[in-house]
């Protein structure tokens, strides 16, 4: 299982990718997608909604069950991942390029871990 | 109450099995693979499963097909030993106890297996009802049972005996693996060709460790629960508490060929005859927008409530999401176009006939 340094981290397990442009983007994490197994579909909002930090924005859906994605940022939905559409397993085979948003005019955040702490947390899971 | 250990626990953990709780047994939802892999592995090659949850019960004494014929809505008067025959077992108001298979054994002996999560009700259903030549025993922790299934099931299994049950839905009492005796039944819960073992739990290791090494060669991989449930559904085959409930008929849940009405007397009898042209059944659903459609969904016809869905999932062979729903009888049960809400949203799907897969034989 992997934790990338340049990302951080929420307690619900996804991960947030700070632009230095104040752009964000946003997906889940490698022990999500393990602990969710298999995905098969992904229910992301529009361009232009608006997310909230610690709300649900978009839903996965695996074999098992639907989880619910909570948005570690409050903003605009900039741009949404199409490729997860037609490519759903790629959560499970790449979850940190398998980003879900990418969301601007950021206006708040989630408590966010680093890389070591989310590690250490995931260990206590 | 905590989760009983079935006798491969063990294994599971040292092949990567993650554990869940189902029907009062700790057992593997999935193993490293994915569900998707162990699907694929059962419709293409072979799985292997720990179904050591399910609960066995004996009814034995000359009065043993009576009792049967009262207790279920299948009839058993004509069956020859090794036979398995499949059955509801209703109330008196219809509604379903449970669904189980009968085998029999000999004349006055009968071996039934129930579902886990139903055992210690349906023993303590059955075990009111006994009769003085009808005796009932719960006999589950004296069996584990490990099914393996999939079209490789037969090659595999011949490697390791010279006698197997050549029709499906048949059994041999004295049946053995390797060395291990067992009950070896040709019957399963997936769709495909395969077989069920009953065996001794302190002989249940040896077993899967036995049928794991014989069948690498032909692909088959260890499944869990996940897999099981895609399987099912796959297949169309009912699982009790989504398509058959205490108050789900099986004639509504579509097993009318189970439900032999013509047998003078048997309980819940005079409630489905009353009810014999149910207003609500079965039907497949399609799931035509993107998404996953789950049980306990609303469906919608021109916007009016018309049923709810009783289970549903991605069906990795199929390739696409699928459901079961009992919906109002008039429903067209092919090409009817239906909405389903699933958490707010509308996807659009259509009726199908059942079964959305049926192996080639």
């Known amino acids: ?125 | 109450m905590d989760a009983k250990k079935t006798p491969l626990y063990d294994v599971h953990t040292a092949s990567g099995g993650k554990m869940v709780e189902f029907g009062g047994y700790c057992l593997p939802v999935q193993y490293e693979t994915g569900v998707i892999r162990e699907h694929m592995a059962v419709r293409t090659a072979c799985g292997l499963f720990d179904v050591s949850h399910m609960g066995e019960i004996l009814v034995e004494g000359a009065g043993a097909v009576r009792y049967l014929n009262r207790l279920l809505t299948n009839d058993y008067t004509v069956m020859r030993v090794g036979q398995a025959r499949y059955s509801p077992m209703c109330r008196e108001d219809g509604g379903t106890v449970d669904d189980l298979i009968v085998y029999k054994i000999q004349d006055d002996r009968y071996f039934v297996v129930v579902n886990a999560s139903n055992k210690d009700k349906d023993f303590a259903w059955m075990k009111e009802r006994e009769t003085e030549d009808a005796l009932v025993t719960d006999v589950s922790d004296q069996y584990a049972q490990i099914a393996l299934q999939g079209p490789k099931a037969e090659t595999i299994l011949r490697r390791l005996t010279d006698r197997i049950p050549e029709k499906n839905y048949t059994a041999l009492f004295d049946g053995r693996v390797g060395e291990i005796p067992c009950i070896l039944s040709r019957t399963g819960y997936t769709g495909e060709d395969g077989f069920e073992i009953y065996l001794a739990p302190e002989k249940a290791a040896d077993m899967w460790a036995l049928l794991m090494e014989t069948g690498k060669e032909d692909g088959l991989i260890p499944c869990g629960l996940g897999a099981r449930d895609t399987l099912r559904l796959e297949a169309s085959m009912p699982l009790y508490g989504h398509e058959l409930s205490d108050t789900i008929t099986p004639l509504e849940a579509g097993l009318t060929a189970f439900v032999k009405l013509e047998k003078p007397d048997f309980i819940g009898r005079e409630a489905l005859l009353a009810h014999a042209t149910p207003e609500r059944r079965r039907v497949g659903l399609k799931v035509v927008s993107r998404g996953i459609v789950r049980e306990h969904q609303e469906v919608y016809l021109d916007g009016q409530p018309v049923g709810v869905t009783t289970s549903g999932t991605h069906c990795p062979y199929l390739g696409g999401a699928y459901a079961m729903a009992l919906v109002r009888a008039d429903i067209p049960a092919q090409g009817a176009r239906v909405e389903v809400d699933v958490r707010g949203r509308r996807l659009e799907a259509e009726t199908i006939a059942l079964p959305f897969y049926k192996r080639n034989r």
């Open chain 1, 1 to 125: 299982m992997t934790f990338p340094k340049n990302l951080m981290y929420t307690k619900t397990h996804e991960w947030v990718l700070l632009n230095d442009d104040g752009t964000a983007l946003v997906g889940i994490t490698d022990y999500a997608q393990d602990q969710l197994g298999d995905l098969v579909f992904v229910n992301l909002p529009e361009p232009g909604d608006t997310v909230t930090a610690g709300e649900s924005f978009a839903d996965v859906e695996s074999v098992k069950a639907v989880s619910d994605v909570l948005s570690p940022v409050t903003g605009e939905v900039a741009e949404i991942n199409e490729v997860l559409a037609d490519e759903p397993q790629r959560m499970n085979q790449e979850p940190y390029e398998s980003w879900f948003i990418k969301v601007r005019e950021i206006t708040d955040r989630a408590e966010l871990m680093d890389a070591d702490a989310y590690q250490a947390f995931v260990a206590t899971c």
